[in-house]
């Protein structure tokens, strides 16, 4: 199903059912400040098994991230945050980043694995972030990007629609998306490190 959203404007009754759709488990594909991304209820464990199957990945070394309306819950997913790291990430977000940060015993045990990490988003669009806080707790996060296209990230919501509408729940037309993924940071240790240079530049 191809739903069409305006950011400046979603239409709350789309956003209701979106919403309700994740609560029962449903997979997404949605536009976000960078790429569109397909993701699902961080809580529903066969949904994350369906988003790794998607991309073709074994859930155990997929590497996932969470996107969040906000920073006010980030205790709950990320453990260790200092004050330094905070104020990083409050000066960059909402935006075209990914925080890589130690992650608490709160990350179900389906995304976490073996690993001790966990990706944060809080992208700048608003439709997505609607639907997080409507949700009323992050929703997994994954790029479209596969190994064999030409053209890294699919871009026209309807071709991913042709492409991914099969295989997902909805795909959320919110215009044209675009090409060049996030900014990856690793906070996890004593020093932010870029460990991929996307969108969204650092003042060094």
């Known amino acids: 199903m191809l739903v ?11 956003i209701d ?37 998607i991309k073709g990945v074994k859930p155990e070394k997929a590497q996932f991230s969470f996107i969040c309306s906000d920073l006010r ?15 990083l990430m409050k000066s960059y977000l909402p935006g075209p980043y990914t925080f890589i940060l ?9 995304i976490k694995q073996k690993r001790k990490t966990v990706g944060i988003r809080v992208p700048d669009n608003n439709i997505i972030l ?7 707790h ?32 909805v795909v959320i037309d919110g215009g044209y998306g675009g090409m060049v993924p ?4 690793d906070c996890s240790g004593d020093e932010p490190e870029i460990l991929r240079e996307g969108l969204g530049e650092l003042d060094q």
């Open 73 to 87: 819950h980030l205790s709950d997913f990320a453990r260790q945050v200092d004050n330094n790291t905070f104020k």
């Open 182 to 185: 996030s900014t990856v940071i």
């Open 102 to 110: 130690n992650a608490s015993n709160m990350v179900p045990r389906s």
């Open 130 to 136: 609607e639907i997080v806080r409507q949700l009323g």
């Open 17 to 53: 059912k979106i919403v309700q759709l994740l609560r029962n488990g449903g997979v997404i594909i949605y536009p976000t400040d960078t790429v569109y991304g397909m993701g699902c209820d961080i809580t529903k464990t066969r949904a994350v098994e369906r988003v790794a199957r």
């Open 138 to 169: 992050p929703i997994l996060t994954t790029s479209l990007k596969e190994d064999d296209r030409i053209l890294e990230y699919p871009t026209d919501p309807e071709m991913i629609h042709e492409e991914y509408g099969y295989l997902v729940d």
């Open 4 to 14: 069409k959203l305006y950011e400046n404007n979603p239409d709350q009754r789309q």
